[in-house]
């Protein structure tokens, strides 16, 4: 369900000007998709919507033009020092605990991370588990995290 209401999402920002989360919510509803505001929120972080100059003082939903903006070591400075709380492992997993609700957004920038060890991330609302391969690079990817911090 998440996979054709995130294709749902971006052909209602390509195609029309959404102004609010309640306006997002509004024309999932009107496709038949039940959302609450909680997972459109969420939604809007795990796509990386960003708001836009629409005219007249007002601002829409789009994605961002430049992917490597998006994907900047800043963004992703950023985005750890404000949310990640902290980080541990055991074996070849790697544990990511954040602030409440913030858990997909990191988890979207770690799976653009061109790490070969990093087998994938699976993000709850808090925590999120990287699979990491061989079980020997964990510290490694633990100690690339942990540079995000001091930066």
Do not use: C
């Not at 994907?71 to 709380?85: G, T």
């Not at 609700?101 to 991370?113: E, Q, R």
Request: cysteine-free.
């Amino acid at each position: 369900m998440k996979l054709k209401r995130h294709a749902v999402i971006r052909e209602i920002i390509e195609n029309s000007s959404v102004e609010t989360q309640e306006d997002l919510a509004a024309a999932l509803r009107a496709r038949h998709i039940d959302v609450t505001q909680a997972t459109v929120s969420r939604d809007i972080k795990t796509l990386m919507l960003v708001k836009v100059p629409a005219g007249n003082g007002r601002y829409r939903y789009a994605f961002p033009k430049e992917k490597g903006a998006l994907l900047s070591k800043e963004r992703m400075a950023r985005l750890f020092y404000d949310s990640v709380v902290s980080l541990d492992y055991s074996e070849n997993i790697v544990v990511v605990k954040t602030l409440p609700g913030t858990a997909n957004a990191v988890a979207a920038i770690l799976d653009h991370m061109p790490w070969q060890e990093v087998v994938g991330t699976v993000a709850g609302d808090d925590s999120i588990i990287v699979v990491v391969k061989p079980k020997e690079a964990a510290p490694e990817i633990v100690r690339r995290m942990e540079n995000f911090f001091a930066e």
